[in-house]
């Protein structure tokens, strides 16, 4: 799908993946309007790309409405990545045996997963009443889960489920988006270079590489984003999950 000239909406665009597929997508001509919290950098990057910037959270549906509303002001609404989420560490049992905090764990789920699926319904519902390409497209939304959706590790519960949950819910969406011409894909990053692994010592950043089979590194943030653009472009890409990981499968911990 040619999206020169399109609209396009990333959330978490202000850092990491987001913020890759953000200048990837600009780069292909189309405008991008980031979704990231107030207190992100978002309006310099957006003002940098040419777009547009709305501070919004991803789980309050009257702003990402809005948000929807002022991407699809700057032209027909045909991309939607969600990026935005959280990964708190957090096992069921702390170490003097008791439960975890259950507002943690619902934190994790709400942004994570409800977050997404509240993006998908504001969105789609822009995305549908759009007219359609030639080809009969209406646009593309891809969602962020991770290998942590198949394979988790200890103290990741919270975010296990949130992953998982994005994953199972892309098939019925995308099925019941098809009739609007609308496709659903995921990605389930494995280890990438995100601001919070940059973070680590240089000897942690090259342990956790060395896990992965091959190539040995963390992913880069543009190898996400040049994923996105590929979804974007195979139209016969839809209601599938794409793991992107280097062949890597988690250990327990």
């Known amino acids: 799908m040619d999206i020169e000239g399109a609209s396009a909406l990333v959330t978490g665009g202000a850092s990491g993946l987001g913020l890759a597929t953000a200048r990837r997508l600009a780069a292909a001509g189309a405008h991008v309007t980031i979704v990231d919290l107030p207190t992100s950098p978002g309006a310099q990057i957006a003002d940098e790309l040419g777009g547009a910037f709305a501070a ?21 609404l045909r991309v939607v990545v969600n990026c935005a989420g959280i990964a708190p560490p957090a096992k069921v049992l702390d170490r003097d045996g008791s439960p975890s905090s259950l507002a943690d764990f619902e934190r994790v789920i709400r942004v994570n997963l409800i977050g997404t699926y509240n993006v998908i ?6 995305m549908a009443t759009t007219d359609p390409t030639d080809g009969g497209d209406r646009g593309v939304i891809v969602n962020t889960a991770s290998v942590a959706a198949f394979d988790g590790q200890i103290g990741q ?44 010592p240089q000897a942690a950043q090259d342990s956790l590489g060395q896990q992965v089979p091959y190539p040995s590194r963390l992913g880069a943030p543009d190898e996400y984003a040049r994923l996105v653009l590929a979804i974007v472009d195979n139209g016969y890409l839809n209601g599938e999950t794409i793991r992107l990981d ?7 911990k």
């Open 246 to 252: 280097g062949a890597i499968r988690m250990a327990p």
């Open 157 to 200: 519960p919270a975010y296990s489920a949130s992953k998982g949950g994005v994953h199972a819910m892309t098939l019925p969406i995308a099925r019941e988006l098809a009739r609007h011409g609308i496709r659903v894909c995921t990605i389930a990053p494995g280890i990438m270079e995100t601001p919070m692994l940059k973070g680590l």
């Open 121 to 126: 319904a504001q969105t789609s519902a822009v």
């Open 56 to 76: 919004a959270d991803v789980t309050d549906a009257e702003q990402i409405a809005a948000a929807a509303a002022r991407a699809a002001d700057a032209g027909p």
